[in-house]
C-alpha cells in the first residue's frame, strides 16, 4: 500500500508536470479555451500595462496655500520606487511568499513538485506554488479589470486555462524586467486590506508612517497580510496577525537578513498599530470644502482640456495619482462658511449658499452653504453643491430678483444711455410691446400682463440712480423696452449667462429683467465680479495647477477673459451700486473698517428667494437664502434663531454678506470704488412758506420749464428722503417715502426691490 501510494503521487505530479509543460510549448492549447492568436499575443507581444501597468493612485486636491483639502481614489495608493521602500519589507515580502525568488526563473519547478506532494498527502490544496512574478501577473489582471466586478472574478479563476496563461506572461516578463523591479511592482500593486493597495498605502493605514520608517516587526505585519488580508487583519484579529507575523520573522532570520537579536526583539514587540480609517472622497473634506471638492471633480470629468472624449477624462480621474492645487482661499472658504452657518441654521426651513470669485482673474475662492456636504438626510447633510449649475453637481438654480437688474443697466449705459435717464415710472404698467434678437414681443394676455413697483408710494419720475436704489419694477421694464430684450440678452451672455441652471434655454421675456431666469451664486458672483474688475469678464476656475505623482505638469483649463463693457460704462455702474449700499434698500449693510462697497439686493416673489450680491474692487460675494428645493416663503419664519416677519435682501442674505466680507478683508488694505460722477436730482419745489434748501454749484441748472408738481407728492419730505435720497427730480416732483425693503413685480414670477 505505502509503494502505491508514493505511485499515485509520483503519476500526479507527472501528469500536472507535463501538461504545464506542454502548455508552455505548444502553440495553441483549444482544450483549455486558449487560441494560438491568444498565446502568441500573451507569450510573445507582452504589453506595457504588464510591465509598468498604470496603477490607479490617490488625488490630492490642495487648498490656494497648500493645505489638503481631500483624498480621492477609486484604490488608495501611491506608488513607491525601490529606494523609497524599507529593506525590510521587501526581504520580508519576499522571505514569506517566494523565498527563491531570486533564484529560478517566472516558473519555480521545485516548488511546483514540492506543492503537488505536500497537498497530496494532506488531500488538499492548501500549498500553492505561483512565484511572486505569477502573483503579480495575477494582480496585475485584477487591477486592469478596475469596478468590473465580472472581470474581476474572471481574472481570479482558478482554472489550468488561467494558470498556463499567466505563466506565459511571467516567463516573457522576466526577459523583459529584472527581478527587483518585478519586486518593487509587486509591492505597488498588491492588496493589504481595508481598502489599502501598496505597500505606502498599507504603512499608512495601519502605522500612520510612511513604508521606509517601519521597523522589522511592522514590515514582517504587512508581509504576512497579503496571503489573506481578511484572516490576517490586525484591527479585527490582532491574535492572528501576531503570529503570522512572527512566521515572517523566523523566514527572514531562516534567510539570513536579519540577525537573531533582531529577530528576537521583532518577536517580542507589541503590534503597535496606529490605524487610520481609509479618507476617501469630498466627504472627508473639512470646512466646508466638501462641495468644492465634488465641483473640481466635474471640472476634471467635464473640461476638455483633461480629454478629448468623457471616457479619457474619466480614466484620468480614476486612475488618479494627481496632485490638485486648486483658487480655493481657505481663509475666504472659513469666513464664508461661518457666515452661512451662524446666520442660518442647518435645522432651518431654508438654506444660505454663498461663492466668493477673485474680480479680473475668474478665480473661485470660497464656496460654502448652510447644509453639510453628505449622504445622510438625517442630520441634513445633502451632496447637491447649491452655489452651482445642474450639470456640475449643483441644483436647479434660483430666480435671482433684483439683483438681474444691473445687467440691463449695463447694457442701457454701452448702448449709450446717459447715467442720469429718467423714465415715468408709474406705479403700475402694462408690459409694453418689445423688439427681441429675432422679432417683437407682445403682450397678448388677456387681461395683458402688468408689473407693479413693490409699494403703492412708489411713482416716478425717477433716474437710474435712485431706480436702482429703490429697486423701481417699472422703471427697469421701461429702460428695457427702450434697450430692447436683445441687448440685455447679449450682455447676459458677455457676462457668462447663457442659460440657466438647469440647462434650460434663455428665453427673451420682459420679466427676465426682474430675475426670473433661475441661475446659481456662483454665476452671479461672476458677474459682480465682472462689475469689480470694470468689465473685464473672466470664465470660472478652480485649478491654478495640476500634477502628477511623478512630478509632471497636467495642463489644466485657463480663465478666458474679455471687455463685456467699457470702462465708462463700469463707473456709472459702480457709481449706481455704490449708491444702493449707502442710500438705497442695501444702507444698513456696513464694513467694520469702513470700506467702501457696491451691490444690488434681490427678493423674489411670496420671498421664496432672497438674495444680495456685491463687491469690492478685490472681491465679489453672491449670497442666496432660501428653501433648498425651492417653495419656502420666508414670510412669519424663524432663521438662525430670529424671527423674521418678512425676509428682504438686505434682511437675509445682506447680513450673511456682510459677516462674511468683514471677516475675509479684514486687515486688507482699503481699496476705493472708481465711479462716475452722477449727480443727483436738484430737490423738489418747497410749498409755499418753506425755506428752500441751499444750491448745489456743481449741479447744472434744469433746461427748460418745469412741469406742475406731481399729486399727492410728499411735502413733509423736501430735500431729502430717510436715508438721504434726494427728495426729488428737478421739476418738483417729490418721491414718496423709501420703503426699507420690497418685493417687487407681481406678474408672471416678477422679482423685485430687494
Given at each position: 500500500?505505502?509503494?502505491?501510494?508514493?505511485?499515485?503521487?509520483?503519476?500526479?505530479?507527472?501528469?500536472?508536470?507535463?501538461?504545464?509543460?506542454?502548455?508552455?510549448?505548444?502553440?495553441?492549447?483549444?482544450?483549455?479555451?486558449?487560441?494560438?492568436?491568444?498565446?502568441?499575443?500573451?507569450?510573445?507581444?507582452?504589453?506595457?500595462?504588464?510591465?509598468?501597468?498604470?496603477?490607479?493612485?490617490?488625488?490630492?486636491?490642495?487648498?490656494?496655500?497648500?493645505?489638503?483639502?481631500?483624498?480621492?481614489?477609486?484604490?488608495?495608493?501611491?506608488?513607491?520606487?525601490?529606494?523609497?521602500?524599507?529593506?525590510?519589507?521587501?526581504?520580508?515580502?519576499?522571505?514569506?511568499?517566494?523565498?527563491?525568488?531570486?533564484?529560478?526563473?517566472?516558473?519555480?519547478?521545485?516548488?511546483?513538485?514540492?506543492?503537488?506532494?505536500?497537498?497530496?498527502?494532506?488531500?488538499?490544496?492548501?500549498?500553492?506554488?505561483?512565484?511572486?512574478?505569477?502573483?503579480?501577473?495575477?494582480?496585475?489582471?485584477?487591477?486592469?479589470?478596475?469596478?468590473?466586478?465580472?472581470?474581476?472574478?474572471e481574472a481570479q479563476r482558478k482554472t489550468l486555462g488561467r494558470k498556463i496563461q499567466e505563466l506565459k506572461v511571467a516567463i516573457k516578463l522576466e526577459e523583459d524586467l529584472s527581478k527587483d523591479q518585478i519586486l518593487t511592482n509587486y509591492l505597488n500593486i498588491t492588496f493589504y486590506g481595508h481598502q489599502a493597495y501598496g505597500v505606502e498605502a498599507a504603512s499608512q493605514r495601519y502605522f500612520s508612517k510612511s513604508n521606509k520608517d517601519l521597523t522589522i516587526a511592522e514590515a514582517a505585519t504587512l508581509a504576512g497580510m497579503v496571503q489573506n488580508p481578511s484572516s490576517y487583519d490586525p484591527v479585527r484579529y490582532p491574535e492572528n496577525t501576531v503570529k503570522r507575523r512572527n512566521v515572517v520573522i523566523d523566514k527572514m532570520l531562516e534567510n539570513k537578513h536579519i540577525?537573531?537579536?533582531?529577530?528576537?526583539?521583532?518577536?517580542?514587540?507589541?503590534?503597535?498599530?496606529?490605524?487610520?480609517?481609509?479618507?476617501?472622497?469630498?466627504?472627508?473634506?473639512?470646512?466646508?470644502?466638501?462641495?468644492?471638492?465634488?465641483?473640481?471633480?466635474?471640472?476634471?470629468?467635464?473640461?476638455?482640456?483633461?480629454?478629448?472624449?468623457?471616457?479619457?477624462?474619466?480614466?484620468?480621474?480614476?486612475?488618479?495619482?494627481?496632485?490638485?492645487?486648486?483658487?480655493?482661499?481657505?481663509?475666504?472658504?472659513?469666513?464664508?462658511?461661518?457666515?452661512?452657518?451662524?446666520?442660518?441654521?442647518?435645522?432651518?426651513?431654508?438654506?444660505?449658499?454663498?461663492?466668493?470669485?477673485?474680480?479680473?482673474?475668474?478665480?473661485?475662492?470660497?464656496?460654502?452653504?448652510?447644509?453639510?456636504?453628505?449622504?445622510?438626510?438625517?442630520?441634513?447633510?445633502?451632496?447637491?453643491?447649491?452655489?452651482?449649475?445642474?450639470?456640475?453637481?449643483?441644483?436647479?438654480?434660483?430666480?435671482?430678483?433684483?439683483?438681474?437688474?444691473?445687467?440691463?443697466?449695463?447694457?442701457?449705459?454701452?448702448?449709450?444711455?446717459?447715467?442720469?435717464?429718467?423714465?415715468?415710472?408709474?406705479?403700475?404698467?402694462?408690459?409694453?410691446?418689445?423688439?427681441?434678437?429675432?422679432?417683437?414681443?407682445?403682450?397678448?394676455?388677456?387681461?395683458?400682463?402688468?408689473?407693479?413697483?413693490?409699494?403703492?408710494?412708489?411713482?416716478?419720475?425717477?433716474?437710474?440712480?435712485?431706480?436702482?436704489?429703490?429697486?423701481?419694477?417699472?422703471?427697469?421694464?421701461?429702460?428695457?423696452?427702450?434697450?430692447?430684450?436683445?441687448?440685455?440678452?447679449?450682455?447676459?451672455?458677455?457676462?457668462?449667462?447663457?442659460?440657466?441652471?438647469?440647462?434650460?434655454?434663455?428665453?427673451?421675456?420682459?420679466?427676465?429683467?426682474?430675475?426670473?431666469?433661475?441661475?446659481?451664486?456662483?454665476?452671479?458672483?461672476?458677474?459682480?465680479?465682472?462689475?469689480?474688475?470694470?468689465?473685464?469678464?473672466?470664465?470660472?476656475?478652480?485649478?491654478?495647477?495640476?500634477?502628477?505623482?511623478?512630478?509632471?505638469?497636467?495642463?489644466?483649463?485657463?480663465?478666458?477673459?474679455?471687455?463685456?463693457?467699457?470702462?465708462?460704462?463700469?463707473?456709472?455702474?459702480?457709481?449706481?451700486?455704490?449708491?444702493?449700499?449707502?442710500?438705497?434698500?442695501?444702507?444698513?449693510?456696513?464694513?467694520?473698517?469702513?470700506?467702501?462697497?457696491?451691490?444690488?439686493?434681490?427678493?423674489?416673489?411670496?420671498?421664496?428667494?432672497?438674495?444680495?450680491?456685491?463687491?469690492?474692487?478685490?472681491?465679489?460675494?453672491?449670497?442666496?437664502?432660501?428653501?433648498?428645493?425651492?417653495?419656502?416663503?420666508?414670510?412669519?419664519?424663524?432663521?438662525?434663531?430670529?424671527?423674521?416677519?418678512?425676509?428682504?435682501?438686505?434682511?437675509g442674505p445682506g447680513p450673511i454678506w456682510a459677516l462674511a466680507m468683514n471677516q475675509a478683508l479684514k486687515g486688507t488694505p482699503l481699496e476705493p470704488i472708481q465711479t462716475a460722477n452722477i449727480p443727483d436730482p436738484l430737490p423738489a419745489t418747497p410749498p409755499a412758506g418753506a425755506t428752500p434748501p441751499a444750491a448745489d454749484p456743481n449741479t447744472p441748472p434744469p433746461a427748460g420749464n418745469p412741469p406742475p408738481p406731481q399729486p399727492g407728492g410728499n411735502p413733509g419730505q423736501v430735500g431729502g428722503l430717510p436715508g438721504g435720497l434726494p427728495g426729488g427730480f428737478p421739476g418738483g416732483f417729490t418721491f414718496p417715502p423709501l420703503p426699507g425693503n420690497g418685493n417687487g413685480g407681481r406678474h408672471g414670477g416678477g422679482n423685485g426691490n430687494g
Open positions: 500500500m505505502e509503494h502505491a501510494g508514493n505511485g499515485v503521487k509520483f503519476l500526479g505530479v507527472s501528469v500536472l508536470s507535463g501538461v504545464l509543460l506542454a502548455g508552455l510549448a505548444l502553440p495553441a492549447v483549444g482544450a483549455i479555451g486558449l487560441t494560438a492568436k491568444d498565446t502568441a499575443e500573451s507569450f510573445d507581444n507582452i504589453s506595457d500595462d504588464f510591465k509598468t501597468p498604470p496603477l490607479t493612485q490617490a488625488t490630492q486636491i490642495f487648498d490656494a496655500k497648500g493645505g489638503l483639502i481631500a483624498k480621492v481614489y477609486e484604490r488608495d495608493r501611491t506608488v513607491l520606487t525601490a529606494d523609497q521602500m524599507s529593506p525590510f519589507m521587501r526581504h520580508a515580502q519576499v522571505d514569506i511568499e517566494d523565498a527563491r525568488f531570486y533564484e529560478h526563473g517566472a516558473v519555480d519547478l521545485k516548488g511546483i513538485l514540492r506543492a503537488v506532494s505536500k497537498n497530496a498527502e494532506s488531500g488538499t490544496a492548501s500549498q500553492g506554488a505561483s512565484t511572486l512574478t505569477q502573483q503579480y501577473v495575477k494582480n496585475v489582471n485584477v487591477e486592469k479589470a478596475g469596478d468590473d466586478q465580472a472581470a474581476v472574478l540577525t537573531a537579536d533582531q529577530a528576537k526583539e521583532a518577536k517580542a514587540a507589541p503590534l503597535g498599530l496606529k490605524y487610520k480609517d481609509p479618507q476617501n472622497g469630498c466627504i472627508t473634506a473639512q470646512a466646508g470644502m466638501g462641495f468644492f471638492c465634488d465641483y473640481v471633480r466635474h471640472v476634471v470629468k467635464q473640461d476638455p482640456a483633461f480629454g478629448k472624449s468623457s471616457d479619457e477624462r474619466k480614466k484620468l480621474w480614476n486612475t488618479g495619482g494627481l496632485n490638485i492645487y486648486t483658487t480655493l482661499d481657505p481663509d475666504k472658504q472659513a469666513a464664508a462658511q461661518n457666515a452661512v452657518t451662524t446666520k442660518v441654521n442647518v435645522t432651518d426651513q431654508v438654506s444660505a449658499a454663498a461663492t466668493m470669485m477673485e474680480p479680473g482673474t475668474g478665480k473661485i475662492l470660497a464656496m460654502a452653504q448652510t447644509r453639510p456636504y453628505g449622504l445622510d438626510p438625517n442630520k441634513n447633510q445633502t451632496v447637491v453643491n447649491l452655489n452651482v449649475d445642474a450639470a456640475m453637481g449643483g441644483g436647479n438654480g434660483f430666480q435671482t430678483g433684483s439683483t438681474f437688474k444691473p445687467i440691463l443697466a449695463a447694457a442701457a449705459l454701452e448702448s449709450g444711455m446717459s447715467n442720469t435717464q429718467a423714465f415715468p415710472s408709474e406705479n403700475k404698467i402694462e408690459y409694453p410691446q418689445m423688439s427681441t434678437c429675432s422679432g417683437t414681443w407682445k403682450n397678448t394676455e388677456k387681461p395683458k400682463a402688468t408689473v407693479k413697483n413693490e409699494q403703492d408710494s412708489e411713482v416716478g419720475p425717477y433716474q437710474l440712480k435712485e431706480a436702482m436704489a429703490r429697486s423701481i419694477n417699472t422703471y427697469f421694464v421701461q429702460m428695457e423696452q427702450q434697450v430692447g430684450l436683445c441687448a440685455m440678452k447679449q450682455m447676459a451672455n458677455k457676462l457668462g449667462i447663457t442659460q440657466s441652471a438647469k440647462g434650460d434655454a434663455f428665453q427673451e421675456v420682459p420679466s427676465m429683467v426682474l430675475g426670473t431666469l433661475e441661475l446659481s451664486p456662483l454665476t452671479m458672483a461672476n458677474v459682480y465680479a465682472t462689475f469689480a474688475a470694470r468689465g473685464k469678464y473672466c470664465t470660472p476656475i478652480a485649478i491654478n495647477k495640476i500634477t502628477t505623482v511623478d512630478g509632471k505638469d497636467v495642463q489644466v483649463p485657463q480663465a478666458q477673459c474679455s471687455q463685456a463693457f467699457s470702462d465708462s460704462t463700469a463707473d456709472s455702474l459702480n457709481a449706481v451700486l455704490l449708491n444702493v449700499t449707502e442710500k438705497g434698500t442695501a444702507a444698513a449693510l456696513t464694513m467694520d473698517d469702513g470700506r467702501k462697497i457696491a451691490g444690488k439686493t434681490g427678493t423674489t416673489d411670496e420671498k421664496k428667494a432672497a438674495w444680495f450680491s456685491g463687491y469690492t474692487p478685490s472681491l465679489a460675494t453672491a449670497v442666496w437664502l432660501g428653501g433648498p428645493a425651492g417653495g419656502v416663503k420666508m414670510k412669519n419664519i424663524n432663521i438662525g434663531g430670529k424671527h423674521f416677519d418678512d425676509v428682504f435682501g438686505a434682511t
